[in-house]
């Protein structure tokens, strides 16, 4: 497939992803002690809730209690495997331009997880899918280079939950790299709030997104420092997990 159509079609995924988000955490049922915590104890609603109201979140150390799921990861890995070997670093930076992509969100009366202030993002698919498939360094450039966007709160509030669930999707090295990109994103963030202290204003993004940027950017700083304490938390937990 050429790179023009097969970038064309990724848009439409991520489109979709906008509108109706498919990505999600499910539990494993078959590492759970017993079936009864899922309905006594473990809902699988109730324990993700449990879990993402935490800042930090509490990393987990057992690596199947949850597993990843999405429509549209698989649509863009299907797509990612009819692309030319040469032309997949293109074919990511395309993907990755959505990080820049205002307001990168779009307003819904649905409730979904990620979410923030009624807001949802094709951005944590983009995270999982670059993630995912090799183009780890860099998801990690973009976001240290992006300015702040609505739609970078619904991203951080997934890497919290991503780093939680399923600590090893980064490997030991990548968490050495992902946590300064985190530190020049939250600063870039910190900057802009200390630039807009005492002004009271509401930003009215296409699509119905409202947004307060004093909001915005306090839970940026706030989801950073989670991530990053869940980075070094990670790190502990990779040598013990791993000793031969």
Not at 59 to 79: G, I, P
Not at 134 to 148: D, I, M, Q, T, V
């Amino acid at each position: 497939m050429q790179l023009g159509e097969a970038t064309a079609k990724a848009n439409q995924i991520l489109d979709e992803e906008r509108a109706s988000p498919t990505i999600s955490y499910k539990l494993n049922a078959k590492e759970l002690s017993s079936p009864l915590q899922v309905a006594a104890d473990l809902h699988e609603y109730e324990a993700l809730n449990r879990i993402s109201s935490q800042r930090p979140r509490p990393v987990e150390d057992k690596l199947r209690l949850w597993s990843f799921e999405s429509t549209n990861y698989s649509l863009l890995r299907a797509l990612l495997s009819q692309v030319a070997e040469e032309s997949r670093p293109a074919f990511f930076s395309a993907v990755l331009s959505r990080m820049a992509l205002a307001p990168a969100c779009a307003y819904t009366r649905q409730v979904y997880q990620p979410s923030w202030n009624q807001l949802v993002s094709e951005l944590p698919l983009v995270a999982e899918f670059c993630v995912r498939n090799g183009a780890s360094r860099e998801f990690f450039r973009a976001l240290g280079e992006a300015g702040p966007l609505p739609g970078h709160a619904v991203l951080l509030r997934h890497l919290e939950d991503m780093i939680a669930l399923s600590f090893t999707v980064f490997s030991e090295a990548e968490y050495q790299q992902l946590d300064p990109c985190i530190r020049s994103f939250r600063e870039s963030a910190e900057r802009r709030l200390r630039q807009d202290e005492g002004r009271h204003i509401t930003y009215q993004w296409p699509g119905g997104a409202s947004v307060k940027p004093l909001g915005l950017l306090q839970e940026i700083v706030g989801a950073a420092d989670g991530i990053r304490e869940e980075c070094r938390k990670a790190r502990y937990l990779y040598p013990q997990r791993f000793a031969t």
